[in-house]
């Protein structure tokens, strides 16, 4: 692969703002912070916009005004160390294969679909599946070390 920036999983992005757990969303917050401090550049994809807007909107205990989700990923666009990262149809036919094969969820296989296509081999993320994914490292800013 390219050494393009690392790739922020959605759960990361949610953490952030997760009051609910407030280990996760101090460990999130630095990681995200050193992006708008421009100590290292991160990718997100288009697929992790819209889940975490799905997420912090419907799902989390304590939901985020839609003023606030939708500030944070205007800030991600804007901001030159954001890498937001697109797929089209043809990414959507790679990730069924990716999933049969590696056994994963569809919506984690087009994700890695995603990343394959730009050329980004790290994902920083919790969930210890992506790891059947040969090429791919898993970084869990959760984890020390």
């Not at 990681?31 to 992790?48: D, G, H, T, Y």
């Not at 296509?117 to 210890?128: F, K, L, N, R």
Request: charged residues 25%; proline residues 5%; aromatic residues 10%.
């Amino acid at each position: 692969m390219t050494g393009k920036p690392a790739l922020v999983d959605t759960n990361i992005l949610c953490y952030a703002f997760d009051t609910g757990v407030p280990e996760k969303r101090e460990a999130a917050r630095r990681l995200l912070a050193r992006v708008f401090k421009n100590e290292e550049a991160l990718a997100v994809s288009v697929q992790n916009l819209a889940e975490f807007a799905v997420v912090t909107r419907e799902k989390m205990e304590h939901p985020l005004p839609d003023e606030i989700i939708t500030r944070f990923i205007e800030d991600i666009i804007a901001f030159d160390g954001w890498t937001v990262v697109r797929y089209d149809a043809g990414t959507v036919t790679r990730a069924i294969g990716i999933s049969r094969a590696g056994t994963i969820h569809f919506w984690d296989a087009l994700l890695v679909a995603t990343m394959q296509e730009q050329g980004i081999d790290t994902i920083w993320s919790e969930d210890a599946h992506f790891s059947k994914i040969p090429w791919l490292t898993v970084k869990n800013p959760f984890r020390p070390g």
